[in-house]
T-cell receptor, first 109, second 117 residues
Framework: GENVEQHPSTLSVQEGDSAVIKCTYS??????FPWYKQELGKRPQLIID?????GEKKDQRIAVTLNKTAKHFSLHITETQPEDSAVYFC????????FGKGTRLSVIA | DAGVIQSPRHEVTEMGQEVTLRCKLI?????LFWYRQTMMRGLELLIY????????DSGMPEDRFSAKMPNASFSTLKIQPSEPRDSAVYFC???????????????FGEGSRLTVL
């Protein structure tokens, strides 16, 4: 089955800097790659997703890139703000979603 | 729609007791997933259903765990007997899938935090 590796497990950045989180997956048949944000004590919520026919997608300060040949995808957050502090999970799917272990992002004001 | 609804939000029980967690899907969704979240293991898929049918239960840790979906909108996850290592947050999630492929957004409930003493 699918296996998703996520790095780093923790990440601290200064407010205004960029943050990058990287994931690799094992099943070349996976075709859907969402990213979820989980604030402390809350449920995971989708922030952005990308499908295998697209190489990059942007939504304001958030962007995701996908390299199907190398089987890796990344989340980029620019101009980080304190409210970006949370745990971020990548996932890959043909069905069902398999999640990475998460990255705890801390944005220091 | 109120979203995915889970109950109870918190459960504290003693080892050996039966625990039942409940989940109501978003109306119109046809897939349901039970995940377990711990610090050590992250979000683990326990079981998922598509159109009320269990598709993959390979993530269910032991025979002590069982899940049912008696109708299109409701599911239960039961642990009997419970053990301290079952302590975790259990999330239910639902989505709308087509042709068995999960290519739509997964909507999570608020989770049920289980503590087994």
């Amino acid at each position: 089955g699918e296996n998703v590796e996520q790095h780093p497990s923790t990440l601290s950045v200064q407010e205004g800097d960029s943050a990058v989180i990287k994931c690799t997956y094992s099943d070349s048949a996976s075709n859907y790659f969402p990213w979820y944000k989980q604030e402390l004590g809350k449920r995971p919520q989708l922030i952005i997703d990308i499908r295998s026919n697209v190489g990059e997608k942007k939504d304001q300060r958030i962007a995701v890139t996908l390299n199907k040949t190398a089987k890796h995808f990344s989340l980029h957050i620019t101009e980080t703000q304190p409210e970006d502090s949370a745990v971020y999970f990548c996932a890959a799917s043909i069905s069902p979603l398999v999640f990475g272990k998460g990255t705890r992002l801390s944005v220091i004001a | 729609d109120a979203g995915v609804i889970q109950s109870p939000r918190h459960e504290v029980t003693e080892m050996g007791q039966e625990v039942t967690l409940r989940c109501k899907l978003i109306s119109g969704h046809n897939s349901l997933f039970w995940y377990r979240q711990t610090m050590m293991r992250g979000l683990e898929l326990l079981i998922y259903f598509n159109n009320n049918v269990p598709i993959d239960d390979s993530g269910m840790p032991e025979d002590r765990f069982s899940a049912k979906m008696p109708n299109a909108s409701f599911s239960t996850l039961k642990i009997q007997p419970s053990e301290p290592r079952d302590s975790a947050v259990y999330f239910c999630a639902s989505s709308l899938t087509s042709g068995g492929a999960n290519t739509g957004e997964l909507f999570f409930g608020e989770g049920s935090r289980l503590t087994v003493l």
